[in-house]
């Protein structure tokens, strides 16, 4: 009985991270669906609406102690007002390729990011990789770097996207503080400036008369896309191993190439395709490494029991 019971919860949360991963990487949609509004403006009213609607699910899940708790810490609160400058960051360079019709190059973005995560771990946890690992991510930086010399483009969007989410989940790495928490505290970090803008700022907010209905509820719903696929990722993440969750992770990148080529018509050069053959190659290596090791440690564990 307890073996099916788990087998349940497996499968709850193999959907739950399926549901997640998807969610985010059909973004794209949700974003173009706003694009008559600026980047900057889009971001306000995530945060906004992310905040009110993260702070209702905190109050309703019974995690106001936990928010008390980390308001009063002043280490958790200088890390997590770091990891808010990254998220912003990170989320507006995504808003503003997507809209700018880039969104193979936030795929690209996507699809580096585990290898910046390795190597930011080598680097700032003192993590170690096998050979076959660091030859991952040289064959990331090779396709990167050829695209550089021989296109002479830097794939600025790919890295900007890779780097601020790799040091944003370095941060939340190294910060004891759960999921919603923790987006509460960042978002309510950012809540007062992005209400300014939206108030004050340059560009339209969203609810000026005149605006269509359709489009204010769109406005609003970005903090319901952008707390709930966390939610399911928290679900999903505490019921899968780490490789099946590293496994899954692809799928983001994966259906916003689909859809920045299938559905909005982005092309690559044969510098991007290069580019691209050279992270996917490197992310095949890494995650038939993790099989592999995962395979060999779970094999070990048997024999010892």
Not at 60 to 79: I, Q, S, Y
Not at 146 to 151: D, H, R, S
Not at 216 to 224: I, S, V, Y
Request: proline content about 4%; aromatic content about 12%; glycine content about 8%.
């Amino acid at each position: 009985m307890h073996v099916e019971i788990d087998t349940k919860e497996r499968k709850r949360g193999l959907l739950a991270m399926v549901a997640a991963y998807g969610s985010w990487g059909l973004l794209p949609l949700y974003w173009k669906a706003v694009q008559s509004y600026s980047a900057t403006t889009i971001l306000c009213h995530r945060i906004v609406w992310s905040a009110g609607f993260v702070a209702l699910l905190v109050a309703f899940t019974g995690g106001m102690a936990a928010f008390r708790a980390a308001l009063k810490d002043r280490r958790v609160l200088r890390l997590l007002c770091a990891s808010s400058l990254m998220i912003a960051i990170n989320w507006v360079l995504y808003i503003w390729a997507v809209n700018e019709n880039r969104i193979l190059d936030t795929s690209l973005g996507y699809y580096i990011n585990p290898l910046v995560n390795v190597f930011l771990g080598v680097t700032f946890l003192k993590n170690r990789l096998r050979p076959v690992q660091w030859a991952a991510i040289g064959l990331a930086v090779l396709g990167v770097g050829q695209q550089v010399v021989l296109a002479g483009r830097v794939p600025a969007v790919a890295l900007g996207l890779a780097l601020s989410f790799a040091l944003y989940g370095l941060i939340r790495n190294i910060t004891p503080v759960d999921s919603l928490t923790g987006l509460l505290v960042e978002t309510l970090v950012l809540f007062l400036p992005a209400l300014g803008w939206l108030a004050f700022g340059p560009s339209p907010s969203g609810f000026a008369p005149g605006t269509p209905v359709s489009t204010m509820m769109l406005l609003a719903g970005a903090g319901f896309v952008t707390a709930v696929p966390l939610i399911w990722f928290a679900y999903g993440a505490r019921r899968l191993s780490l490789v099946t969750v590293g496994i899954l992770q692809y799928i983001s990148p994966s259906l916003g190439f689909v859809i920045g080529m299938a559905l909005y018509g982005e092309q690559l050069t044969r510098s991007g395709w290069v580019t691209f053959a050279c992270v996917w190659a490197a992310l095949a290596v890494y995650t038939a490494s993790e099989v592999f090791a995962m395979r060999r440690e779970t094999a070990d564990a048997r024999a010892l029991s």
